[in-house]
């Protein structure tokens, strides 16, 4: 298969503390990947490393075949890398379709006279609209986001990255805060995702994990303990014991 997205030797120092420790991993096209590990463990560290919030001590991090570790982060959103935040970083007094529409007129390289072209630009609109619709948000498109309830505003996040069109997408706790009959309903939406994209989800609920990944990433203090595939994370007897409890998942 073809690498979409990998690290080699990938180091992170913070004066005396490693939070990435010689990770070395290859992300397949197409393939959900999930990142598990206790807190601490770095991986939050290693998503921003990847989309360039942060430069790492040592290492590199290839996308495509191109080396992008000097890249800064609006560079690899433009070259096919697109991410979302534990946090969102929405505009609280801007529209669902204003929100989408300001990420597709920057993709489109317009991004400084977006309002002009939200607003008169039909393919603009429309391409707005149908990412919204895809994501079940075409009956709030035009409420504040600021009063939209928690799940569709992280459904929001995750559709501004696809207006930026990705081909690596990473979601680092998409489904945090959000009520439990909905935190599926994320999951099932990002599954639907063109089979070529390429993503990986940071997730502590591993209901959610299994039911998502095909393959699993592990990381213990910032070192990559393990990657495989789903069903062979959920077997190993030091997952189980250590991150799944007794029981584990079949």
Same mark, same amino acid.
């Given at each position: 298969? %073809?690498?979409?997205?990998?690290? =080699?030797?990938?180091?992170?120092?913070?004066?005396?503390?490693?939070?990435?420790?010689?990770? @070395?991993?290859?992300?397949?096209?197409?393939? =959900?990947?999930?990142?598990?590990?206790?807190?601490?463990?770095?991986?939050? %560290?290693?998503?921003?490393?990847?989309?360039?919030?942060?430069?790492?001590?040592?290492?590199?991090?290839?996308?495509?075949?191109?080396?992008?570790?000097?890249?800064?982060?609006?560079?690899?959103?433009?070259?096919?890398?697109?991410?979302?935040?534990?946090?969102?970083?929405?505009?609280?007094?801007?529209?669902?379709?204003?929100?989408?529409?300001?990420?597709? @007129?920057? =993709?489109?390289?317009?991004?400084?006279?977006?309002?002009?072209?939200?607003?008169?630009?039909?393919?603009?609109?429309?391409?707005?609209?149908?990412?919204?619709?895809?994501?079940?948000? %075409?009956?709030?498109?035009?409420?504040? %986001?600021?009063?939209?309830?928690?799940?569709?505003?992280?459904?929001?996040?995750?559709?501004?990255?696809?207006?930026?069109?990705?081909?690596?997408?990473?979601?680092?706790?998409?489904?945090?805060?959000?009520?439990?009959?909905? &935190?599926?309903?994320?999951?099932?939406?990002?599954?639907?995702?063109?089979?070529?994209?390429?993503?990986?989800?940071?997730?502590?609920?591993?209901?959610?994990?299994? @039911?998502?990944?095909?393959?699993?990433?592990?990381?213990?203090?910032?070192?990559?303990?393990?990657?495989?595939?789903?069903?062979?994370?959920?077997?190993?007897?030091?997952? &189980?014991?250590?991150?799944?409890?007794?029981?584990?998942?079949?």
């Amino acid at each position: 298969m %073809t690498v979409a997205l990998e690290t =080699r030797n990938l180091v992170k120092r913070f004066g005396g503390l490693v939070a990435t420790d010689d990770v @070395s991993i290859a992300f397949q096209k197409g393939v =959900r990947y999930a990142l598990i590990g206790p807190n601490g463990a770095g991986k939050t %560290t290693l998503i921003n490393l990847l989309t360039g919030v942060l430069r790492p001590t040592g290492g590199a991090v290839i996308l495509e075949g191109a080396d992008i570790t000097g890249m800064a982060p609006h560079r690899r959103v433009q070259n096919g890398l697109a991410r979302t935040f534990q946090i969102n970083q929405l505009f609280p007094e801007m529209t669902p379709l204003q929100t989408v529409g300001l990420a597709v @007129s920057e =993709r489109q390289g317009h991004g400084r006279e977006w309002w002009r072209l939200a607003g008169g630009k039909r393919e603009v609109i429309d391409e707005a609209a149908a990412i919204l619709e895809r994501f079940g948000l %075409t009956d709030v498109m035009g409420a504040e %986001t600021k009063v939209l309830p928690y799940g569709k505003q992280r459904l929001l996040e995750i559709a501004v990255a696809i207006a930026c069109r990705p081909r690596v997408l990473l979601l680092d706790e998409p489904a945090a805060g959000v009520p439990e009959e909905e &935190r599926h309903e994320i999951l099932d939406i990002v599954g639907g995702l063109p089979d070529d994209v390429t993503i990986l989800l940071i997730e502590h609920d591993m209901d959610l994990v299994f @039911s998502f990944a095909q393959r699993i990433a592990v990381l213990v203090n910032g070192g990559l303990f393990m990657e495989g595939a789903a069903k062979d994370i959920a077997a190993d007897p030091r997952v &189980r014991e250590v991150y799944l409890g007794e029981g584990g998942h079949g």
